[in-house]
């Protein structure tokens, strides 16, 4: 189980310090989720905390690859 950051990430640097287990690190071009340090913050917080903070729709994908914030989830606007 483990969270997937994509190239949509914009480097904001929102999710990396919420980390429960500093598995979010930077990388070019974009951070990147370390699979063996991730637990989707199971047993610490309800919501995984990059999914809850992450602005950019779409960047930030679940263990079955779906995104944690689709398209429209966030601005209300769907093309």
Request: glycine content about 6%.
């Amino acid at each position: 189980m483990a969270l997937k950051i994509i190239e949509l990430c914009t480097n904001c640097w929102a999710c990396q310090p919420l980390c429960p287990t500093s598995a979010i690190y930077e990388a070019k071009p974009h951070f990147l989720i370390d699979a063996l340090k991730c637990t989707e913050c199971d047993g610490d917080f309800a919501d995984p905390q990059c999914a809850s903070i992450c602005p950019i729709e779409g960047a930030i994908l679940n263990s079955a690859g779906k995104a944690w914030n689709p398209p429209g989830s966030l601005t209300g606007i769907t093309i």
